[in-house]
């Protein structure tokens, strides 16, 4: 029912950046808290970041230091700025945004891009 749309994976380097983004384009809720997640090949889905309606931000101690979460909210956007790459920060990463409309809440997830650190 809200779409989202992931974009800013890919291959990199050790040592490398990158920043992905989260958009949700023509939703008509209101957009409440964003976070990442990560889900490494046979690990369970794992907490990055999330950030608040108010921008006050948390991060997973492997995250904090070396990723920032940020948020547009005139594009209805969620970024996660990823600096000092590692290859065990290899994994899928999963936006997710919860939205409302009135008291009505929910959460949706985006379909994942992936982000490979290697040589």
């Known amino acids: 029912q809200v779409r989202l749309v992931e974009s800013g994976g890919g291959l990199v380097q050790p040592g490398g950046s990158l920043r992905l983004s989260c958009s949700a384009p023509g939703t008509i809720f209101t957009i409440n808290e964003m976070g990442w997640y990560r889900q490494a090949p046979g690990k369970e889905r794992e907490w990055v970041a999330t950030?608040?309606?108010?921008?006050?931000?948390n991060y997973a101690a492997s995250a904090a230091g070396r990723f920032t979460i940020s948020r547009d909210n005139t594009k209805n956007t969620a970024y996660l700025q990823m600096n000092s790459l590692i290859p065990e920060q290899t994994a899928v990463y999963y936006c997710?945004?919860?939205?409302?409309?009135?008291?009505?809440?929910?959460?949706?997830w985006g379909k994942g891009c992936e982000v490979t650190v290697s040589t």
């Open positions: 950030i608040s309606t108010g921008a006050d931000t």
């Open positions: 997710r945004l919860t939205t409302s409309v009135a008291t009505i809440k929910r959460g949706d």
